[in-house]
């Protein structure tokens, strides 16, 4: 089950139809979705088209889940393929993780193959480490 996971392109609900039934608690509404811009794969498609020249890094998030296919980690590889970005942060998310909690932890892979673990802490803590993985990578491509 992979109910969070994104497709290629985000979506974004139209409207909700709501359905009157004779028994409607049962009934879930039925919401049409419409295909949204990709921002992630726009910015580097951009980047490499050189309307961006000084963009140094592109940074992308990902709110994964595993399911019969691969774990986590396996589609966020997939995503970060897929996205072209410089770096992708991973949360797993499901089963009281990454939303609605004050503590998490995740992944951040990088396109040249590295992947750290980021350690469980605060959302704080959390958002200093990547700050300071970009800051590295940063430094990794100057000279």
């Known amino acids: 089950m992979r109910p969070l996971r994104s497709p290629t392109s985000a979506q974004r609900t139209l409207h909700q139809q709501d359905q009157e039934s004779p028994d409607s608690s049962l009934d879930a509404p039925a919401i049409e979705l419409s295909r949204t811009d990709d921002i992630l794969a726009g910015t580097v498609r951009a980047r490499t088209d050189g309307q961006l020249p000084n963009m140094r890094a592109i940074v992308g998030f990902a709110a994964e889940t595993g399911d019969a296919n691969g774990d986590v980690l396996f589609h966020a590889r997939a995503k970060l393929q897929r ?5 992708l942060v991973v ?9 609605e909690v004050d503590n998490n932890d995740g992944w951040l892979l990088a396109a040249d193959g590295n992947e750290a673990a ?3 802490g605060s959302k704080t803590l959390m958002a200093s480490r990547i700050v300071d993985a970009i800051a590295a990578f ?3 491509r100057e000279g």
Do not use: M, P, Y
Request: hydrophobic share 35%; with cysteine; proline share 0%.
């Open 83 to 87: 996205k072209g970005c410089d770096l």
């Open 91 to 99: 949360n797993a998310v499901g089963d009281g993780r990454a939303f």
């Open 118 to 120: 980021l350690e469980h």
């Open 138 to 140: 940063l430094r990794s």
